[in-house]
């Protein structure tokens, strides 16, 4: 029965061959791998100038928004690197405006992009240290575009250096722990730490985002996950 109804649910979807829906039968936790030629496009010569301008360390922040965060990460963080991509044009828009008061932070680069085209064309294994994942979408509808189930994640996993890290918040409980979950079991990652963050540990002045600040406002508490890459784990050499 577990079959069949697999069977007719990969095949409406058109998503995976015979071998993989035999496994998916025995596994749920399965991430297709993540195909780069579909994808692939000509590198920007202003980003790769850009990367290769300086060995500082780099780190990485996808949806940025209207780019408090990276704003102030590079900031506070004038010895390391920041690229910060969010595709929403008007969130863009206004993170650029932002950026055009501090002329001063060449450690940042604002990247107007879908970030899965763009972290594919431009970044090579092993040259991420941190990464920022705070308050993506979670995707009721689209379990798959979650990024602890998509396949892109087995490429962002090998851009990150082992003793890196990777960082993802929200606050939706549901999504965290299902993050968790996906990262446990498929990625075979270590348990990762997990802090509240709320309105007696943080005032809404001081959050991080504008997601943030509009979840503390209303009294809710938000998450921030944090999973240590070690040498050996999976993807990561
Ligand atoms: C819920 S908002 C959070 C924005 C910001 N991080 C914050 O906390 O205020 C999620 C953001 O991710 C952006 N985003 C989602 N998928 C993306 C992708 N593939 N590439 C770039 N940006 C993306 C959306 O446009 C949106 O601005």
């Not at 959050?207 to 009294?219: V, W």
């Amino acid at each position: 029965m577990t079959l069949c109804l697999d069977y007719i649910f990969v095949t409406k979807r058109k998503r995976c061959d015979f071998t993989t829906l035999i496994v998916l039968t025995t596994n749920p936790y399965l991430v297709r791998q993540f195909d780069l030629t579909r994808v692939a496009s000509p590198p920007i010569a202003e980003a790769e100038a850009w990367l290769k301008s300086s060995n500082a360390a780099l780190d990485l922040e996808i949806g940025c928004g209207v780019g408090w965060h990276p704003i102030r990460y590079a900031r506070e963080n004038p010895e390391r690197r920041l690229i910060a991509i969010e595709h929403t044009r008007a969130k863009f828009e206004r993170f650029r405006s932002r950026l055009l008061a501090h002329p001063e932070l060449s450690n940042l680069f604002p990247v107007h992009a879908d970030a899965i085209r763009w972290i594919a064309n431009h970044l090579q294994a092993n040259s991420i240290e941190l990464c920022f994942l705070l308050y993506p979408n979670p995707e009721p509808k689209a379990p798959n575009r979650r990024w602890l189930r998509s396949p892109f994640m087995h490429h962002l996993l090998k851009a990150i250096k082992p003793g890196g890290v990777l960082a993802l918040a929200s606050n939706e409980r549901w999504y965290i722990d299902e993050a968790c979950e996906w990262a446990e079991r498929f990625w075979k990652r270590d348990s990762p730490l997990i802090k509240e963050i709320n309105a007696s540990t943080t005032p809404a002045h001081q959050a991080r985002t504008h997601f943030e600040k509009k979840y503390l406002l209303r009294g809710q508490t938000c998450f921030d996950v944090q999973w240590h890459i070690r040498k050996g784990n999976k993807e990561n050499a």
